[in-house]
C-alpha cells in the first residue's frame, strides 16, 4: 500500500511564501501522476497543481505564475513551492499519487492533508 506522508504546512502572511513536501513509501508500481489537491471549508476538494512522471503540469488557474511543482522520481517525493500567497489559498493541501499500469496494480492514494493558512 502506498502511504503518503505531508509536511510544510502553516500559517502565514499575504505575499508570504512556503513550501509543501510529500514523501511516498511502499511503492511497488510507478507513480504515474502525483501532485497536490486542496480543500477549503465548504468548498468541494480541487487539483492544485500535478506532475505527470514525464514531466507534464497541471495547475489550476488561480495560482498560474505563483506555484511551482516539482517531482523527485528517484525518491517518489513531490514539493509545491508556494508564493505570493493569498487568502483564498487557505485550505487543507492533500498530496496525492497515482499509480499503476492499464493491466494491473492500479491505486489512488491520498495523505492526511495539511493545513495551510494565509492570513490578509
Known amino acids: 500500500q502506498v502511504q503518503l506522508v505531508e509536511s510544510g504546512g502553516g500559517a502565514v502572511q499575504a505575499g508570504g511564501s512556503l513550501t509543501l513536501s510529500c514523501a511516498a513509501s511502499?511503492?511497488?508500481?510507478?507513480?504515474?501522476?502525483m501532485g497536490w489537491y486542496r480543500q477549503a471549508p465548504g468548498e468541494h476538494r480541487e487539483l492544485v497543481a500535478t506532475m505527470s512522471s514525464g514531466g507534464w503540469k497541471n495547475y489550476v488557474d488561480s495560482v498560474k505564475g505563483r506555484f511551482t511543482i516539482s517531482r523527485d522520481i528517484a525518491k517518489n517525493s513531490v514539493a509545491l513551492q508556494m508564493n505570493y500567497l493569498k487568502p483564498e489559498d487557505t485550505a487543507v493541501y492533500y498530496c496525492?499519487?497515482?499509480?499503476?499500469?492499464?493491466?494491473?496494480?492500479?491505486?489512488?492514494?491520498w495523505g492526511q492533508g495539511t493545513q495551510v493558512t494565509v492570513s490578509s
Open positions: 496525492n499519487a497515482k499509480g499503476g499500469g492499464i493491466y494491473g496494480g492500479q491505486y489512488d492514494s
Open positions: 511502499g511503492v511497488r508500481f510507478s507513480i504515474n501522476d
